[in-house]
């Protein structure tokens, strides 16, 4: 059992996470408030999905930051610069380092699934923000230094 332990529990796990990302997983249908004016038409929200990006972009942020976060990609959603859909948004080539890394596979937690709720709700601690980083982690020269900051929370900083 050790031998196939060792030699094939890689394999598993990358088994078993595309298991999870193809299941169908719960939808619930919200609307939430736009922030640049107006109200967005309901669309399907995988709250799964957006509760799993929220533990691995910030997990170890205040809950505020969380919620935050969560209304980046939102707001994402909303902005004719992005894709429309939540999965286009998450999944957009180079846009999230916890798609390529892996850690969006993790399951949520109950802080990041009311996170994930709390923002569709509406509430947006993050001011409309499209962008949010953490500058200990980017370098100088990456190009979200170029972005208006409108909001810190946390070691997040939230740009437009």
Not at 34 to 50: C, H, M, P, Y
Request: proline letters at 6%; hydrophobic letters at 45%.
């Amino acid at each position: 059992m050790k031998m196939f332990h060792k030699k094939h529990l890689r394999y598993i796990g990358l088994i078993m996470a595309v298991f999870v990302l193809l299941a169908p997983l719960p939808c619930i249908k919200k609307s939430w408030a736009a922030t640049g004016g107006g109200t967005v038409n309901r669309k399907t929200i995988d709250i799964q999905l957006l509760a799993r990006v929220i533990r691995a972009e910030a997990e170890a942020e205040p809950y505020i930051g969380q919620v935050a976060v969560g209304a980046v990609i939102l707001n994402r959603i909303q902005s004719p610069k992005f894709p429309n859909t939540l999965a286009g948004v998450i999944y957009q080539p180079k846009a999230f380092e916890s798609v390529s890394n892996g850690s969006i596979n993790k399951a949520p937690t109950a802080s990041t699934r009311k996170a994930a709720q709390d923002c569709l709700n509406g509430w947006d601690p993050s001011g409309g923000a499209l962008f949010f980083f953490n500058p200990a982690k980017v370098g100088a020269g990456s190009y979200v230094w170029t972005r208006k900051i409108i909001q810190r929370i946390g070691k997040h900083v939230f740009a437009l």
